[in-house]
């Protein structure tokens, strides 16, 4: 944490931002505990190349100005000024003896004085920011504080200061998020519920969507699971998993229709615009969560056909499992434009680092009728009918419904088969999604309520507030 603090939840907020901005700001914090403030844009970004453009500019008008004969100081009065503004919202209201300080250091008449009669001494003043600075700072920005005092060019140091100071700015705003985590989660609560009744005083019809999903969901609990058929390259994973605690007994509850429906979300057509109302905000989420369970699916599914031909010498080390993770996945970024071509790319390249580690530590290598066969499995695996893909995509779906029930931890200690070796991923998968679903309910709940009273009959509907899954 900083040294010192300030700023409250308006400092986090801002009074600028517009009621949605504001929402989603909510929202994810609400949603996200380890939420964390960045203003950083990729350096690739058109905006991000406007920015640099325009800063380099700056810089270099400040130089010349400095370099001038007699120096001009108007730039650099400018930038003391914003400075100052930074140092004093990094003190808390106790600090009166530093706030007393900087405001006679950096005492802009004066200043604006010295420099008129070219005697501001930019250096000096720089020199006690940096001191300033080192007294304020988080530790973890003593080192990029100790890196400015070794700068003799006045212009860089000056930008080296400006940049750790943000970077200070960012920290208080961490800090303060943290510190006020508990209420700012209820705030949004409070907050997205009462956004959502505005709109929905407005419009009535607002939760039809909702309404539908919640409706598809009860009907999907009555209909039995799909099941993969028996083909040669599922033996190892085509028996049922021993995993019950998410299967769903009869009767129907609230809580399973609504856990239902949240998973039935990483399976939305995207054609189908009848999204539900209460999720539009995490929509974005979803597709996330839905593009990284489909990531796991056929990483997954490379491992197992990839295991069975190499046996557990090679398995049961960590670092060459995670070195076929690392080559699957950077081969997969391509997978939803151009399947056939990437999982072509990961056959082959799956295929050499077997033959490779099998023959470097002196074993057997693969024969070329086994090379040519666990090709031609990954291959298949592109399909999106291939049954080992098929039959990881619903144990995935069963771990995550298990985690609605038990929560992660619980989840992970009976693993479906197949699952095994992408358990770190599968956990952050799992708790990014109890998160959403979590927060989501906190502030709609009521509305699922009512819902859910009429979708369920009076003997099944006793439970009649929904519980956070």
């Known amino acids: 944490a900083p040294r010192s603090g300030g700023g409250g939840v308006l ?8 009621v949605n901005e504001v929402s989603k700001l909510s929202n994810e914090i609400g949603m996200n505990h380890d939420y964390m403030e960045e203003k950083v844009l990729p350096p690739s970004s058109l905006e991000g190349k406007v920015k640099e453009t325009m800063h380099n500019a700056f810089w270099d008008h400040l130089k010349e100005q400095l370099s001038a004969t007699p120096p001009d100081f108007s ?42 009669h070219g005697a501001l001494k930019v250096p000096s ?21 100790q890196k400015l005092e070794n700068i003799t060019d006045p212009v860089w140091l000056l930008r080296g200061i ?108 995207p054609e189908n615009e009848e999204f539900p109302e209460t999720l539009l905000m995490d929509r974005t989420r979803l597709q996330e969560l839905e593009s990284q369970l489909h990531q796991l699916t056929i990483m997954a599914s490379v491992l197992l056909v990839s295991s069975s031909f190499s046996g557990s010498v090679l398995f049961g080390s960590p670092q060459f499992v995670d070195k076929l993770k690392r080559i699957t996945k950077s081969l997969l970024e391509d997978f939803q434009s151009r399947p056939e071509e990437a999982i072509l790319s990961v056959s082959e390249q799956v295929s050499q680092e077997i033959h490779q580690s099998l023959k470097n530590m002196g074993l057997a290598a693969l024969s070329s009728d086994n090379a040519t066969s666990l090709m031609g499995q990954l291959q298949n695996i592109a399909k999106k009918e291939n049954c080992v893909r098929s039959v990881i995509d619903q144990r995935i ?3 995550l419904k298990c985690c609605l029930v038990l929560g992660v931890q619980r989840s992970l200690l009976d693993l479906p088969g197949g699952l095994t070796l992408i358990e770190a991923e ?8 109890i998160n959403l679903t979590h927060h989501n309910q906190e502030v709609f709940g009521p509305y699922y309520t009512e819902i859910l009273k009429t979708l369920i009959s009076p003997p099944q509907a006793l439970e009649t507030k929904v519980e956070s899954v």
């Open 75 to 116: 730039c650099a009065l400018e930038l003391l000024k914003e400075i100052k503004e930074i140092l004093l919202s990094l003190l808390l209201p106790r600090q009166n003896r530093l706030r007393i300080e900087i405001e006679e250091t950096l005492d802009m008449d004066l200043l604006k004085e010295k420099a008129e």
């Open 426 to 433: 599968l956990a952050e998968l799992g708790q990014k999604f």
């Open 125 to 145: 003043l720089s020199k006690y920011v940096l001191n300033m600075m080192a007294l304020l700072c988080a530790p973890v920005r003593d080192e990029a504080v």
């Open 397 to 399: 779906h069963l771990f």
């Open 162 to 269: 400006f940049q750790v100071l943000g970077l200070m700015k960012m920290d208080m705003v961490n800090y303060t998020i943290q510190s006020l985590q508990p209420h700012l989660q209820e705030h949004s609560i409070q907050y997205e519920r009462a956004k959502f009744q505005e709109l929905l005083n407005k419009q009535p019809s607002l939760l039809n969507h909702t309404t539908k999903w919640l409706t598809q969901a009860a009907a999907d609990l009555t209909t039995s699971p799909p099941t993969c058929p028996d083909t040669s390259d599922s033996s190892s994973v085509a028996s049922p998993s021993p995993n019950e605690a998410a299967k769903n007994p009869e009767p129907l509850s609230p809580t399973m229709v609504l856990s239902q429906g949240f998973l039935n979300l990483l399976l939305w057509d």
């Open 11 to 18: 400092s986090v907020i801002g009074l600028t931002e517009t």
